[in-house]
């Protein structure tokens, strides 16, 4: 079942690879969206795919990549939309 997900994580998470990390990681799961740094020093991630590639998505932020530091991690699910055809990151 294909879902929509939303993700605030929190912690040292810029200026460690993650939102590149966390896009060659959707792209290898065939999960679409977005990442993009927040002003406030934390991540956002919306993504929208199959429920139990979203989770596995969700399990990769958790811990994020080597140099990362994850504190805390806001998740958000909701109705799948289709409104992405790749996966990217934002500036």
């Not at 805390?72 to 934002?90: A, L, N």
């Amino acid at each position: 079942m294909k879902k929509r997900v939303h993700l605030w994580i929190s912690g040292r998470v810029q200026g460690v690879f993650f939102r590149r990390t966390t896009q060659m990681v959707a792209k290898t799961l065939g999960v679409c969206g977005w990442v993009r740094n927040l002003d406030d020093g934390r991540v956002e991630v919306v993504a929208e795919g199959e429920e139990e590639k979203l989770k596995k998505l969700i399990e990769f932020c958790k811990r994020g990549p080597p140099l990362a530091r994850v504190d805390g991690i806001d998740i958000e699910w909701g109705e799948y939309k289709g409104e992405f055809e790749r996966f990217e990151v934002r500036y």
